[in-house]
């Protein structure tokens, strides 16, 4: 039972976190290219968004969002390994699902584009450059995930899941969610 929880919880915080890191992209990108952020939408049951206005740059804008949410879990996994943390695993999960949200989100603008994807459509970005984003971006959380099983209790060599942890995850989730609440606009 631990090890389910702990896959539950881990995918339901990483889905809330990767909401807020991609929309921590586009809130960058709107203050650093002179846009006025006028409110960030993240409640954990609905999807995330940035509503920027005006918004000198809203290319760069769009494209920050899931640019810096795929990196940066990235970069933080890569940290947390270089530092030999004993969690470093959660951020490799993390990373992973981070990179195949972002991807596919981005990627499958080819065929339907919805949110940001459509946003690029609109601004003319021609959909070989969706792909060119989606297709590596997904691949990547796909290679990251390779093995992570085992982290979870799952498959060949698997190791042991304390009950504790998934009770840590959950709480870390709480944390997101309530923050969620708190801050949407």
Not at 87 to 107: E, R, T
Not at 125 to 147: E, H, I, R
Request: glycine fraction near 10%.
């Amino acid at each position: 039972m631990a090890r389910v929880l702990l896959l539950v919880f881990s995918a339901l915080w990483s889905w809330l976190a990767m909401q807020a890191v991609h929309e921590l992209g586009h809130a960058l990108a709107a203050l650093a290219t002179g846009g006025t952020i006028q409110a960030v939408r993240f409640h954990p049951l609905s999807i995330s968004q940035t509503f920027v206005d005006p918004n000198p740059h809203p290319g760069i804008v769009v494209w920050m969002g899931p640019v810096l949410g795929a990196v940066l879990p990235v970069l933080l996994w890569g940290l947390a390994r270089a530092a030999r943390l004993r969690f470093a695993w959660f951020l490799q999960f993390f990373a992973g699902f981070c990179l195949i949200a972002n991807g596919a989100y981005i990627g499958t603008g080819i065929w339907d584009p919805v949110g940001d994807a459509a946003d690029l459509v609109r601004l003319g970005v021609p959909p070989w450059q969706l792909a060119l984003f989606g297709l590596p971006t997904f691949s990547t959380g796909l290679w990251c995930w390779d093995g992570i099983s085992r982290e979870f209790g799952w498959g060949k060599n698997a190791r042991s899941v304390s009950f504790r942890e998934p009770f840590y995850v959950a709480g870390l989730l709480t944390i997101t969610a309530i923050t969620g609440w708190w801050h949407s606009s």
